[in-house]
């Protein structure tokens, strides 16, 4: 358990130091982990409504913040180019995130194929039962993305690099509210990139290690 916790913090900083130096992007991390607890919240008793928050209002967020206002050139912080950072990410990178949000927005698609979503589902009588199913199938991507690169990574990388980030996945609602709740405050006094002064001295630190 001491290297599962110590890779889930590895996981972690690297995903903070390499992916969210602009404040546009932490504050709307920090307002996605919202959407996320709220989804949480409902899952068990209204899925379909988890899955869309999940979705539409967190993941919406999210990923708006990584396309388009996370710096994508050379990264001075860390000494890395873009194109590095996207081939050692550990979990979805932009052209992997691509694929999932175009999957998604076809998903719905499969309705006007079968309403019955091929017998899984009664064929939806109102407006409110078509939202349910989008919904539930919206939840099914979410689950399935989720499996689907934790077992990749476990022929990737190995069995716990998968379940780390899995882990991480799962929990990052609550750790982005904790490292990101200053984010709008810096935002509002004009600060659009996170000068990571704390990233530097983490870095002096190991290399004096």
Not at 38 to 57: E, N, Q
Not at 118 to 146: M, R
Not at 161 to 185: C, E, N, Q, R, S
Request: charged share 15%.
């Amino acid at each position: 358990m001491t290297t599962f916790f110590a890779t889930l913090r590895e996981q972690r900083w690297d995903d903070h130091r390499y992916y969210h130096q602009s404040r546009i992007n932490q504050t709307l991390h920090f307002l996605s982990a919202l959407g996320f607890l709220t989804a949480y919240s409902l899952v068990l008793s209204d899925p379909a409504t988890a899955a869309i928050i999940g979705w539409v209002w967190s993941m919406g967020t999210r990923q708006s913040g990584h396309f388009f206002f996370e710096p994508q050139g050379y990264d001075e912080v860390n000494h890395a180019t873009n194109e590095y950072k996207e081939a050692i990410k550990v979990g979805y990178n932009l052209q992997r995130k691509v694929v999932l949000i175009a999957i998604w927005l076809a998903s719905p698609l499969l309705l006007l194929i079968s309403p019955s979503l091929f017998g899984l589902l009664e064929p939806a009588t109102t407006t409110q039962q078509l939202i349910d199913h989008v919904g539930i199938i919206w939840l099914a991507i979410g689950v399935g993305g989720l499996i689907f690169r934790t077992i990749h990574l476990f022929f990737l990388r190995d069995v716990q690099t998968g379940l780390v980030w899995m882990t991480k996945i799962l929990t990052d609602p609550l750790h982005d509210l904790k490292m990101y709740y200053k984010a709008p405050f810096y935002l509002m006094r004009g600060q659009l990139i996170d000068p990571m002064d704390h990233v530097a001295h983490e870095e002096e630190m190991k290399a004096a290690v």
